[in-house]
């Protein structure tokens, strides 16, 4: 089998009989190198197939263009709609991007971080799917003077660049949205406890029931993976004990499909008997009846502020590192 094989300044200098710096001026249009030979050169260089080598040409100008992006998963578009605004940001500045997801699994995550370092990208931009496990990595990465924001889960227990939304304000809001609409009995669909996010959504909910002297019941809430699945299992598990709820306030949306689908497939009345709501806000509240009432985070701005700050952490090293807080709507529909 033949093996393909990349023209270079080098076999372009080969055939002309001229040298690699010669060459390497001519293709940068130097006018110091003659016509006829710049010519030449351009003509040969089309005719071998020649494309220039972007990565030796960053890595020679210690970089490499390259800003990595590791998310915890691509199922739901919230993670999709960071990426894609954050990923136009950096095109326009001319960064390549390299895009991994760790499956919400941290050694997973390990792995594509000492893959972002193998390919020398100039920072990385995060959504960390535990809270600790890989803090020393992060810090390695830190001290070999590749910087990295953290955006949406972001972990506590290190100085970094972050983008966030205040996860506690708006739980309470949503809470406070329930709760006055006459419901005490508000079940709390969790996220895992490895996820940052989760204390802050767990202490809103403690918070809020307090707040209106409602008792705190342990038996409606509920920590669990952010899955549809996982929605349809705790509500089915609920009925069946017919322990008694008129809310759910969940993780997330697909947890709020998964409730959703199994309590309309038992004949109960969405809002009526039963209200449900949760974070995230992407289409998919838009496309179930009754639509989800949502804490609707902004993805897109959010995906572009991250870009903003590598960029930032990449051209001025000693920049300041900030947490910056993005506000969230609260999105009220028919599910409430």
């Known amino acids: 089998?033949?093996?393909?094989?990349?023209?270079?300044?080098?076999?372009?200098?080969?055939?002309?009989?001229?040298?690699?710096?010669?060459?390497?001026?001519?293709?940068?249009?130097?006018?110091?190198?003659?016509?006829?030979?710049?010519?030449?050169?351009?003509?040969?260089?089309?005719?071998?197939?020649?494309?220039?080598?972007?990565?030796?040409?960053?890595?020679?100008?210690?970089?490499?263009?390259?800003?990595?992006?590791?998310?915890?998963?691509?199922?739901?578009?919230?993670?999709?709609?960071?990426i894609m605004s954050a990923q136009k940001v950096l095109d326009e500045q001319g960064f390549k991007v390299i895009i991994t997801q760790s499956h919400e699994d941290p050694q997973a995550e390990s792995y594509n971080l000492k893959l972002m370092e193998n390919y020398r990208v100039d920072g990385i931009i995060m959504s960390v799917c535990h809270s600790d496990i890989n803090l020393k990595e992060y810090f390695r990465l830190q001290e070999e003077g590749i910087p990295i924001v953290f955006f949406d889960r972001v972990p506590s227990k290190i100085h970094?660049?972050?983008?966030?939304?205040?996860?506690?304000?708006?739980?309470?809001?949503?809470?406070?949205?329930?709760?006055?609409?006459?419901?005490?009995?508000?079940?709390?669909?969790?996220?895992?406890?490895?996820?940052?996010?989760?204390?802050?959504?767990?202490?809103?909910y403690k918070d809020s029931l307090a707040k209106f002297k409602i008792p705190f019941?342990?038996?409606?809430?509920?920590?669990?993976?952010?899955?549809?699945?996982?929605?349809?299992?705790?509500?089915?598990?609920?009925?069946?004990?017919?322990?008694?709820?008129?809310?759910?306030?969940?993780?997330?949306?697909t947890l709020s499909i998964g409730a959703l689908s199994y309590i309309q497939s038992q004949g109960i009345k969405v809002p009526e008997e039963i209200a449900i709501c949760g974070f995230s806000g992407t289409y998919l509240s838009t496309i179930v009846t009754p639509q989800l009432t949502a804490i609707q985070q902004p993805f897109e701005k959010m995906g572009r502020v991250?870009?903003?700050?590598?960029?930032?952490?990449?051209?001025?090293?000693?920049?300041?590192?900030?947490?910056?807080?993005?506000?969230?709507?609260?999105?009220?529909r028919q599910s409430t």
């Open 306 to 332: 991250s870009a903003e700050q590598i960029i930032k952490k990449i051209n001025d090293p000693e920049s300041s590192c900030e947490t910056i807080i993005l506000d969230a709507e609260i999105v009220i």
């Open 1 to 82: 089998m033949k093996i393909m094989k990349y023209t270079t300044i080098k076999d372009i200098a080969k055939e002309l009989d001229i040298s690699k710096s010669t060459v390497s001026r001519a293709l940068s249009g130097d006018s110091n190198v003659s016509k006829e030979t710049r010519e030449k050169v351009v003509a040969l260089a089309n005719k071998m197939g020649y494309k220039r080598n972007d990565i030796a040409a960053n890595l020679r100008m210690q970089q490499s263009k390259t800003v990595g992006i590791i998310v915890p998963e691509m199922v739901t578009p919230f993670f999709m709609y960071v």
């Open 160 to 204: 970094a660049c972050k983008v966030i939304v205040n996860d506690y304000v708006k739980s309470m809001l949503m809470m406070e949205h329930l709760i006055r609409s006459g419901r005490k009995r508000i079940l709390h669909l969790a996220g895992p406890a490895r996820i940052p996010n989760t204390e802050e959504r767990k202490k809103a």
């Open 217 to 253: 019941d342990p038996e409606l809430l509920i920590e669990g993976e952010n899955e549809r699945s996982e929605g349809e299992r705790v509500i089915r598990d609920f009925l069946r004990k017919k322990i008694p709820f008129d809310a759910i306030f969940s993780f997330g949306e």
